[in-house]
């Protein structure tokens, strides 16, 4: 072989490296494992990409490892002729239209199992900060409003021998119900579909309808998949069948919760106190929850721990590699949100590079 056709054949194989977007810095170590496959074109900061700015990302790409800041529906896929695959860096995936992906024969994968206990550690955090009044404590304190030991001052509800409420029983949800067997709590659940008996009995959960979890749960915690079903599933009707005792953490996503109605039950004593980690404009925040004290606000925090955001990102990256079929796992991605099968459209392209 000649070495102008060698050099040709080199030009051309580099030029058929695939192309992958990353939309945000993320961990560095961990995505550099991309530019082993692909030529990568990284956001340089933290940014909200609007629509143009997705579809503009996506026009010359083969995949994308993207964050909850990234919506990609049908529209930022129209024109994307090569993109075969989307890792999403998350467990929830309602910023994906997998309908849409799936039609157009694109993986989309997300991260499943590895954030399963920081998840849930964090939940019940926020559960107990809101029954003891932790960040409210905290606020008087700081502000110079404690003058003295008060016996009846910032009285909270107990958790211990209390009842608990949990909407969405999946990985989160029985993390959730596996840490209050310590505190002795006696835990409740609603979920799309009940359990089987023996996952039930190793959780000492029992299946209530949505409206007995209501009525029941001395504190409610919200782990659900959001969806056009579950939005505002948590409305000024739910929020009325709750104790007026009792608190609502929501982990999930934010508009499972009816903001407005929220802050009005809080406001008004119809509710004791609530935590919230996600919100349904996020960034921004309801003025009206900001208003209050009887609230616990989180910035969507909850996988935040180092180890489990990195192994989030480990495993995206995987997913990514696999679903274009490159790597050990080509075109087997670890955790494709719906099952990469090799004869159907998406298993072709994921076997495609
Ligand atoms: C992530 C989350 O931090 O996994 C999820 O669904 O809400 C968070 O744990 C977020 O999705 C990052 O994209």
Same mark, same amino acid.
């Given at each position: 072989?000649?070495? %102008?056709?060698?050099h040709?054949?080199?030009?051309?194989?580099?030029?058929?490296?695939?192309?992958?977007?990353?939309?945000?810095?993320?961990?560095?170590?961990?995505?550099?494992?991309? !530019?082993?496959?692909?030529?990568?074109?990284?956001?340089p900061?933290?940014?909200? !990409?609007?629509?143009?700015?997705?579809?503009?990302?996506?026009?010359?790409?083969?995949?994308?490892?993207? %964050?909850?800041?990234?919506?990609?529906?049908?529209?930022e896929?129209?024109?994307?002729p090569?993109?075969?695959?989307?890792?999403?860096?998350?467990?929830?995936?309602?910023?994906?239209?997998?309908?849409?992906?799936?039609?157009?024969?694109?993986?989309?994968t997300?991260?499943?199992?590895?954030?399963?206990?920081?998840?849930?550690?964090?939940? &019940?955090?926020?559960?107990?900060?809101?029954?003891?009044?932790?960040? =409210?404590?905290?606020?008087?304190?700081? @502000?110079g409003?404690?003058?003295?030991?008060? &016996?009846?001052?910032?009285?909270?509800?107990?958790?211990?021998?209390? %009842?608990?409420?949990?909407? @969405?029983? @999946?990985?989160?949800?029985?993390?959730?119900?596996?840490?209050?067997?310590? &505190?002795?709590?006696?835990v409740?659940? !609603?979920?799309?579909?009940?359990?089987?008996?023996?996952? =039930?009995?190793?959780?000492?959960?029992?299946?209530?309808?949505?409206?007995?979890?209501?009525?029941?749960?001395?504190?409610?915690?919200?782990?659900?998949?959001?969806?056009?079903?579950? !939005?505002?599933?948590?409305?000024?009707?739910?929020?009325?069948?709750?104790?007026?005792?009792?608190?609502?953490?929501?982990?999930?996503?934010?508009?499972?919760?009816?903001?407005?109605?929220l802050?009005?039950?809080?406001?008004?004593?119809?509710?004791?106190?609530?935590?919230?980690?996600?919100?349904?404009?996020?960034?921004?925040?309801?003025?009206?929850?900001?208003?209050?004290?009887?609230?616990?606000?989180?910035?969507?925090?909850?996988?935040?721990?180092l180890? %489990?955001?990195?192994?989030?990102?480990?495993?995206?990256?995987?997913?990514?590699?696999?679903?274009?079929?490159?790597?050990?796992?080509?075109?087997?991605?670890?955790?494709p949100?719906?099952?990469?099968?090799?004869g @159907?459209?998406?298993?072709?392209?994921?076997?495609?590079?």
């Open positions: 072989m000649s070495a %102008t056709s060698r040709a054949l080199r030009a051309a194989s580099v030029a058929e490296r695939p192309r992958v977007w990353v939309s945000q810095p993320l961990f560095d170590d961990i995505v550099s494992r991309l !530019h082993a496959y692909f030529d990568v074109v990284q956001a900061d933290v940014r909200e !990409h609007d629509e143009a700015a997705i579809a503009a990302a996506l026009r010359e790409v083969d995949g994308a490892l993207v %964050t909850l800041n990234e919506r990609i529906g049908e529209r896929i129209a024109s994307a090569k993109l075969r695959a989307v890792a999403n860096v998350g467990v929830g995936y309602d910023n994906l239209d997998v309908g849409a992906l799936q039609s157009r024969g694109i993986v989309a997300n991260t499943p199992d590895v954030l399963t206990e920081t998840t849930a550690d964090f939940g &019940f955090a926020l559960m107990m900060a809101a029954a003891r009044r932790i960040t =409210e404590s905290e606020r008087h304190l700081r @502000g409003k404690w003058t003295g030991w008060n &016996f009846k001052g910032l009285l909270g509800a107990d958790l211990h021998r209390s %009842t608990l409420g949990i909407l @969405g029983m @999946g990985r989160i949800g029985q993390g959730i119900a596996k840490r209050a067997s310590g &505190f002795d709590m006696q409740l659940y !609603h979920n799309r579909s009940r359990l089987p008996a023996d996952v =039930e009995g190793a959780y000492k959960a029992s299946y209530v309808d949505f409206d007995t979890l209501l009525a029941r749960a001395d504190h409610l915690v919200l782990v659900l998949p959001y969806s056009p079903q579950t !939005h505002h599933i948590v409305d000024a009707a739910a929020l009325a069948k709750m104790k007026p005792t009792a608190t609502l953490t929501n982990i999930a996503r934010g508009g499972i919760v009816d903001e407005a109605a802050a009005e039950a809080l406001g008004s004593g119809r509710l004791a106190a609530a935590a919230l980690d996600v919100f349904e404009g996020e960034p921004a925040v309801d003025p009206r929850l900001l208003a209050l004290d009887n609230i616990v606000l989180t910035p969507h925090i909850a996988s935040g721990s180890s %489990t955001r990195r192994a989030m990102v480990t495993l995206a990256v995987d997913n990514l590699i696999a679903a274009l079929g490159a790597g050990p796992d080509a075109g087997r991605p670890p955790t949100i719906v099952p990469v099968t090799q @159907g459209d998406a298993g072709k392209r994921a076997g495609a590079a």
